[in-house]
Structures are given as C-alpha cells and as structure tokens.
C-alpha cells in the first residue's frame, strides 16, 4: 500500500518561479527521500533527509521534514523547462529484513518557458 | 555509480503470450531487487522484492504465479508476465538497494509493456 498523500497532484509554473510540492506519510521512519521521474523513464534520486533532520538543501533543492506531522516538501528554486517531471517522496519501510521504498501519489510538475 | 540495466525498455505481446524482463546490476552485487508497476500517470506500486538464492516476497494482492520472478545470481533478477493480458498493460520497473544500510537505490530505466 502507499505510504502517503502528495500534493498538489498536478503543479503548472512559469520558469523562473518556485515550485513546492508536500508530501505526508503514515508511519514512522528512519529516512524519507524524494525522487523524479521524466516521463516513461526510471526515477532519480533527488535528496534524502533523516529523520533527525529538519532540513536539506542540494543545489536548488531544498526539503524539509516535520516527523510531528508526518509530512515533507519539496522546494524547487528557480525553477526551469528541464525540472517538468513527475516528483514522489518516498519512505523506507522493512518487509523481511529489507528496506523496501513505499512510493507517494506523486506530484506533476510543468515548468513553461 | 551503481547502475541497474532493465531490458526491454519496450514490449509489445500479444495476449495469452509470456513476457519476460530482466534487470541487471551493473557494477555492484543486488542481493535484493524491488519490482514495481506504474499506471499512467499514477504512483509506483510495489509488486514484490527477489532475494538472490530465496523465493521471491510479494505485496498483498499480487499473483505470484502470474508474475514469476527469479533471483538466481548476484547480478541478475527476472519478472515473467505470464499468459499476459491487456490488463497488464503497465510500466514496470526495478531497483535495487546499496550497501548495507539501505539508504541508496538505483532503478531501472523501466519497461512499458503493452498486450493487445
């Protein structure tokens, strides 16, 4: 099952603006990490933030982290065409003794130049 | 970095036919590979995770004897879309966790599959 709820589900922005994408997850967790995805393509990592973290930057990423209420987001700074894909969060759960990633909903992002 | 190389990245079968997709680890050894479905325009769902030399673990809800998956090296992990129908129609994708503490991962490029 999901962990989690993604919004918006959809995201459409000029360049140059700020994107922000939220995440909320269900149970508790030793990490949680945000990856893309272009469309038809495999995901790739973005950032991962602990969760004794508040917050992570990496270039024009910047995520942040309130285990108190379940949730995380995403910032996108200056954003460009080449950022349109699709965002998931993503948390570590274990099934047998591995860590399995449980995916979000997912948020679309459309950057127009 | 590690890369994991999933072949075909597109598939066409007809239905009633098997479909099968491997993933490879290309410079590490995956004792664990993660096995995905997308729809369109929906989230990643997991179907199961294949352990190297052990029967595979599927989610709640998956059929193991449609969706056969084999582990049987280090660097190689396989899903058998068996007697596929259009209902399978789906993008599928692996991954494979590195190093010990589970932290890093790395996926497949992804196979779209389309029954007709």
């Known amino acids: 099952s999901q962990q989690g709820e993604e919004d918006p589900q959809a995201l459409s922005i000029q360049e140059g603006e700020n994107a922000t994408m939220n995440c909320s997850y269900k149970?508790?967790?030793?990490?949680l990490q945000w990856y893309r995805q272009n469309s038809g393509r495999g995901l790739v990592h973005l950032i991962l933030?602990?969760?004794?973290?508040r917050e992570k930057h990496s270039g024009r990423l910047r995520v942040t982290l309130d285990t108190s209420k379940k949730s995380s987001s995403l910032l996108i700074t200056a954003s460009r065409a080449a950022d349109t894909a699709s965002y998931f969060c993503?948390?570590?759960?274990?099934?047998?003794?591995?860590?399995?990633?449980?995916f979000g909903a997912g948020t679309r992002l459309a950057v127009h130049p | 970095g590690a890369v994991v190389s999933q072949h075909p990245s597109w598939v066409i079968c007809k239905s009633g036919t098997s479909v099968k997709i491997e993933c490879r680890s290309l410079d590490f050894q995956a004792t664990t590979m993660f096995w995905y479905r997308q729809f369109p325009k929906q989230s990643l769902m997991l179907m199961a995770t294949?352990?190297?030399?052990?029967?595979?673990?599927?989610e709640q809800g998956v059929e193991k004897d449609k969706f056969l998956i084999n582990h049987a090296s280090l660097t190689l992990s396989t899903l058998t879309v068996t007697s596929a129908h259009p209902e399978d129609s789906s993008f599928y994708i692996c991954?494979?966790?590195?190093?010990?503490?589970?932290?890093?991962?790395?996926f497949g490029s992804g196979t779209r599959l389309t029954v007709v």
């Open positions: 991954s494979a966790p590195q190093g010990s503490s589970g932290y890093g991962y790395t």
């Open positions: 149970t508790s967790i030793n990490n």
């Open positions: 993503a948390t570590g759960g274990q099934s047998g003794g591995y860590n399995k990633l449980i």
């Open positions: 294949s352990n190297e030399g052990s029967k595979a673990t599927y």
């Open positions: 933030i602990r969760s004794n973290e």
